[in-house]
């Protein structure tokens, strides 16, 4: 079941002391979920809570995915059919993470391999089925780029390119990592959007928006005045977390949580 972790306006104080002062624009709901790496049974459970809580929302609603649909967990093939095939009880924006993005240049380079391997790869082509057995044996590169290349459905590549690197909503702004303080929001690079981790994690000062973004796993979802971290480690922890953004109210829901 999805538990309801608490829910909070932007006058009262978060964990480190600080106020989030942010809303969205009136009339929306989004829902923002943090990276999933192939839990597609904890997606599945994360889409039944929106279904039946979308039902109260007054206006326009839609679902915001950080990144980070693929690798680590077993089933990345199921996580992106759901998400390109419109099976999902809202409008979807999908953001790229680092990991989707290392699926993508490994289908243009096969010599990508050596930087995807050890960051979940062999899960990703296990789930879609690539051989493995010759690859772990030191076989070619190329030959398990091919064969992933036939076993991608078209919409699957379709969706991962469509993601976008950042998404802005009333005083927030959504990425996959982080961004660069000290750079304008308009100004930030493809690479940090991606992959940033210092000095954006510890950076206090306001960033010019609320930042929103999953990359850095935390024990629970961390909300600071300038920053909201989501990615509570699904394929580890079995917590997917989802971010619940209401005008000037915010609520978290996570699964594997008791009630």
Same mark, same amino acid.
């Given at each position: 079941?999805?538990?309801?972790?608490?829910?909070?306006?932007?006058?009262?104080?978060?964990?480190?002391?600080?106020?989030?002062?942010?809303?969205?624009?009136?009339?929306?709901?989004?829902?923002?979920?943090?990276?999933?790496?192939?839990?597609?049974?904890?997606?599945?459970?994360?889409?039944?809570?929106?279904?039946?809580?979308?039902?109260?929302?007054?206006?326009?609603? &839609?679902?915001? /995915?950080?990144?980070?649909? %693929?690798?680590? *967990?077993?089933?990345? #093939? @199921?996580?992106?059919?759901?998400?390109?095939?419109?099976?999902?009880?809202?409008?979807?924006?999908?953001?790229?993470?680092?990991?989707?993005?290392?699926?993508?240049?490994?289908?243009?380079?096969?010599?990508?391999?050596?930087?995807?391997?050890?960051?979940?790869?062999?899960?990703?082509?296990?789930?879609?089925?690539?051989?493995?057995?010759?690859?772990?044996?030191?076989?070619?590169?190329?030959?398990?780029?091919?064969?992933?290349?036939?076993?991608?459905?078209?919409?699957?590549?379709?969706?991962?390119?469509?993601?976008?690197?950042?998404?802005?909503?009333? &005083?927030?702004? /959504?990425?996959?990592?982080? %961004?660069?303080? *000290?750079?304008?929001? #308009? @100004?930030?690079?493809?690479?940090?959007?991606?992959?940033?981790?210092?000095?954006?994690?510890?950076?206090?000062?306001?960033?010019?928006?609320?930042?929103?973004?999953?990359?850095?796993?935390?024990?629970?979802?961390?909300?600071?005045?300038?920053?909201?971290?989501?990615?509570?480690?699904?394929?580890?922890?079995?917590?997917?977390?989802?971010?619940?953004?209401?005008?000037?109210?915010?609520?978290?829901?996570?699964?594997?949580?008791?009630?």
């Amino acid at each position: 079941m999805f538990a309801k972790l608490f829910t909070r306006r932007r006058r009262e104080p978060t964990p480190d002391g600080t106020y989030v002062a942010g809303r969205i624009e009136p009339g929306r709901r989004i829902y923002c979920i943090g990276d999933i790496h192939g839990c597609a049974d904890l997606l599945d459970e994360v889409a039944g809570f929106i279904a039946e809580d979308a039902a109260s929302a007054p206006g326009k609603v &839609d679902t915001l /995915f950080v990144g980070d649909y %693929v690798d680590r *967990g077993p089933k990345s #093939d @199921a996580v992106i059919e759901r998400l390109a095939s419109g099976d999902f009880p809202t409008p979807v924006i999908g953001l790229i993470g680092n990991h989707d993005d290392y699926l993508l240049r490994f289908l243009e380079d096969a010599s990508f391999f050596e930087r995807w391997r050890r960051l979940g790869a062999m899960e990703t082509l296990h789930a879609y089925g690539v051989p493995l057995v010759e690859l772990m044996r030191g076989g070619s590169l190329e030959s398990a780029r091919e064969a992933l290349q036939t076993r991608v459905p078209q919409r699957h590549l379709d969706f991962l390119r469509a993601c976008r690197l950042s998404y802005e909503s009333g &005083d927030y702004f /959504f990425c996959h990592a982080g %961004v660069r303080p *000290g750079l304008p929001l #308009d @100004a930030q690079s493809r690479q940090d959007l991606m992959t940033i981790r210092e000095p954006f994690l510890s950076h206090p000062e306001p960033l010019g928006k609320i930042v929103v973004h999953g990359h850095t796993r935390v024990a629970n979802v961390d909300v600071r005045a300038n920053r909201i971290a989501i990615d509570t480690g699904a394929y580890a922890t079995g917590v997917l977390s989802c971010l619940v953004l209401e005008e000037d109210t915010l609520r978290l829901y996570a699964t594997g949580q008791a009630e």
